[in-house]
């Protein structure tokens, strides 16, 4: 599991990838991972609107979007991967987020 260091060096590292860029989908590949959002809610919430910031609280990489934020923890691997697709590379991928000019 990362530790403070790792979580807030990938936050300044995801910073200038993502700040102002629009997030275009997401996909959640397992549905255990989070609280039961309805995904009408997700696509209103956080698709096609620009990231204003990036923040840390303890463990957790918040994405800000204008009145809201997405919310995220590294887990166990403390991996983010950059990827050419949509398409899960990696065998422990459990979301998919893309950007306008990234996924992630």
């Not at 629009?22 to 996909?27: C, F, G, I, N, Q």
């Not at 990036?54 to 979007?65: A, E, P, S």
């Not at 403390?78 to 990234?102: L, W």
Request: proline share 7%; charged share 25%; glycine share 6%.
């Amino acid at each position: 599991m990362p530790e403070l260091p790792e979580v807030e060096t990938l936050k300044r590292a995801l910073t200038p990838l993502l700040l102002n860029k629009r997030l275009l989908k997401l996909s959640f590949l397992r549905k255990d991972l989070r609280f039961p959002v309805p995904s009408s809610k997700i696509r209103k919430g956080l698709l096609n609107q620009a990231i204003s910031k990036l923040t840390r609280k303890g463990k957790y990489i918040l994405i800000h979007v204008p009145g809201g934020a997405l919310l995220i923890h590294l887990g166990m691997s403390g991996r983010v991967t950059q990827a050419s697709s949509m398409t899960p590379i990696e065998k422990h991928t459990h979301a998919v987020f893309k950007f306008e000019s990234n996924i992630f």
